[in-house]
């Protein structure tokens, strides 16, 4: 077993964003975002596939999507979707969010 104490990784980068690997195994990846308010974690899309989660830990935006598509998002909320799927956030206030990707990437 392994516990990761989210507490330990609550930084934020004032211009862009802050990342932590939380696991990483064959199976799949755990990584914590923290995105700073007014900042955008880009839409994108990996050519492979399976599977990613976005669990919003704090704060508050919205998921974003391909062809301006745009779901609000707030603490709590969770995005699931093929990793083929253009994915992405906007955070209108400091937000975090714990991705897993499986598999990893």
Do not use: Y
């Not at 802050?18 to 900042?39: P, Y």
């Not at 999507?65 to 955070?91: C, M, Q, Y």
């Amino acid at each position: 077993m392994k516990k990761v104490e989210l507490a330990a990784t609550r930084a934020f980068n004032p211009i862009g964003m802050k990342n932590f690997v939380l696991h990483e195994s064959e199976h799949f990846k755990i990584i914590n975002f923290n995105i700073a308010a007014g900042r955008i974690f880009p839409v994108h899309a990996h050519d492979l596939d399976g599977q990613v989660s976005i669990h919003i830990i704090e704060g508050s935006g919205a998921f974003l999507g391909d062809n301006e598509v745009t779901i609000p998002a707030r603490a709590g909320d969770i995005l699931i979707s093929d990793i083929r799927e253009p994915h992405g956030v906007r955070a209108d206030t400091d937000m975090r969010i714990v991705v897993t990707i499986a598999p990893p990437i």
